[in-house]
Antibody, heavy 116, light 109 residues
């Protein structure tokens, strides 16, 4: 079965760090464009970051310099390292496959809460 | 590019037809997708390239439009169709230029 499973969310204080994981099954992440998309409570969707089949990465301006996306092909996993977290980073974080014509596969999401 | 969805909430009776609108602040050609999201679930891709149904999406979902004006139509609404719908433009690259609309909540009348 083709699926994505995220983990690593939780409660963290402002200025803290978290690392999210997205484990893929049924396909190889290194052959796909893998993105993170977030959704603040009761709000809409916001694209966060992407890693391409090479090592090219891109970030939303709101997270540039604080978040790092990476991939471990041996574990078929994509990561999002989040540093210097802010209250406004509170959201459900989804990993998703970007086929450049929409996101056609999504994980179930992991909740990140930044609060003191 | 700003994506504006209307209405914010649409009340429709089961079995009726629903039309949801999405307008782009500048042309995105046909580089537009629609998603459905139910409470507590991830979004699901319904339509891409403005009018192509994604795999497994029922034929009652259809997308039209190009340039700046787009419509998602759901004919003969089923109970499972009541959800929030988002449009998403992927016209510009890199993805840091991707934008989503704020969504239309489709509720039972």
């Amino acid at each position: 079965e083709v699926q994505l499973v995220e983990s690593g969310g939780g409660l963290v204080q402002p200025g803290g760090s978290l690392r999210l994981s997205c484990v893929a099954s049924g396909f190889t992440v290194s052959t796909k464009y893998m993105s993170w998309v977030r959704q603040a409570p009761g709000k809409g969707l916001e694209w966060v970051s992407v890693i391409y089949t090479g090592e090219t990465t891109h970030y939303a301006e709101s997270v540039k310099g604080r978040f790092t996306i990476s991939r471990d092909s041996s574990k078929n996993t994509v990561y999002l390292q989040m540093d210097s977290l802010r209250v406004e980073d509170t959201a459900v974080y989804y990993c998703a496959n970007d086929r450049l014509r929409g996101f056609d596969l999504w994980g179930q999401g992991t909740l990140v809460t930044v609060s003191s | 590019i700003v994506m504006t969805q209307s209405p914010a909430t649409l009340s429709v009776s089961p079995g009726d037809r629903a039309s949801l609108s999405c307008r782009a602040s500048q042309s995105v050609n046909s580089n537009l997708a629609w998603y459905q999201q139910k409470p507590g679930q991830a979004p699901r891709l319904l339509i891409y390239d403005a009018s192509t149904r994604a795999t497994g999406i029922p034929a009652r979902f259809s997308g039209t439009g190009s340039g700046t004006d787009f419509t998602l139509t759901i004919s003969s609404l089923q109970s499972e169709d009541f959800a929030v719908y988002y449009c998403h433009q992927y016209h510009n690259w890199p993805p840091s230029d991707y934008t989503f609309g704020l969504g239309t909540k489709l509720e039972i009348k």
